[in-house]
């Protein structure tokens, strides 16, 4: 079955640490996003990759970080510096239609 | 920049009512539209796009008509279920290089028995 898998559902970390949180898909999508959901609010883009080996900030980059060594892996990492890490974080990807983003199960992160 | 607007919930229906939940956005060029639908605790899923004026897009009994004249994307459903109770988002692909999508801040649809 082709799709966007995240690991793992639940997360939670005590504050201070850095946490990884894994995306990956099967779809042979080039590009790859992660997006941070808060209650009652609609998603943000922290960054996203076009292409192997290159990625962007997008609106709310601070204090995060990402790599893409890999066409169907995109990990997030969520360092320190965040201020308020506590969310539901979504990896999508889009491919042949490039404007179409097709989402992943998610991870909940709590920070403790 | 471009952004979407959608009608505030929580929708309350009871099952078999008519469904509409309001987008209208605001973009520079000839941006994609989108509904995506969330279950509790999941990801989002797409429902339902259109790409250019006047294109419907239809799923699952939803449909949506991107009207450029009133810069909207209204969700329709004539017949709404228990099972379609979830948040609904509405949203708009950038136009250009990056396709990023700009989300509304969803509406919760609650659908009695």
């Known amino acids: 079955d082709g799709g966007i898998t995240q690991s793992p559902k639940y997360l939670f970390r005590k504050e201070g640490q850095n946490v990884t949180l894994s995306c990956e898909q099967n779809?042979?999508?080039?590009?790859m996003y992660w997006y941070r959901q808060d209650p009652g609010q609609g998603l943000r883009l922290i960054y996203y990759?076009?292409?192997?080996?290159?990625?962007q900030k997008g609106d709310i980059a601070e204090g995060y970080s990402v790599s893409r060594e890999k066409k169907e892996s995109f990990p997030l990492t969520v360092t320190s510096a965040q201020k308020n890490p506590t969310a539901f974080y979504l990896c999508?990807?889009?491919?042949?239609?490039?404007?179409?983003?097709?989402f992943g199960p998610g991870t909940r992160l709590t920070v403790l | 920049g471009d952004s979407v607007t959608q009608m505030e919930g929580p929708v309350t229906l009871s099952e078999e009512a008519f469904l509409t939940i309001n987008c209208t956005y605001t973009?520079?060029?000839?941006?994609?539209l989108f509904w995506y639908v969330q279950y509790p605790g999941e990801g989002l899923q797409l429902l339902l796009k259109?790409?250019?004026?006047?294109d419907k897009g239809s799923n699952k009994g939803f449909e949506a008509t991107y009207r450029k004249e009133t810069t909207s994307f209204h969700l329709e459903k004539g017949s709404v279920q228990v099972s379609d109770s979830a948040v609904y988002f509405c949203?708009?692909?950038?136009?250009?290089?990056?396709?990023?999508?700009?989300f509304g801040t969803g509406t919760l649809l609650a659908v009695q028995p």
């Open positions: 999508a990807s889009s491919g042949g239609e490039a404007d179409t983003q097709y």
């Open positions: 779809l042979n999508h080039d590009a």
């Open positions: 990759s076009q292409i192997v080996n290159d990625f």
């Open positions: 973009a520079t060029g000839y941006p994609s």
């Open positions: 259109a790409t250019k004026a006047d």
């Open positions: 949203a708009l692909s950038e136009w250009g290089a990056t396709n990023k999508l700009i």
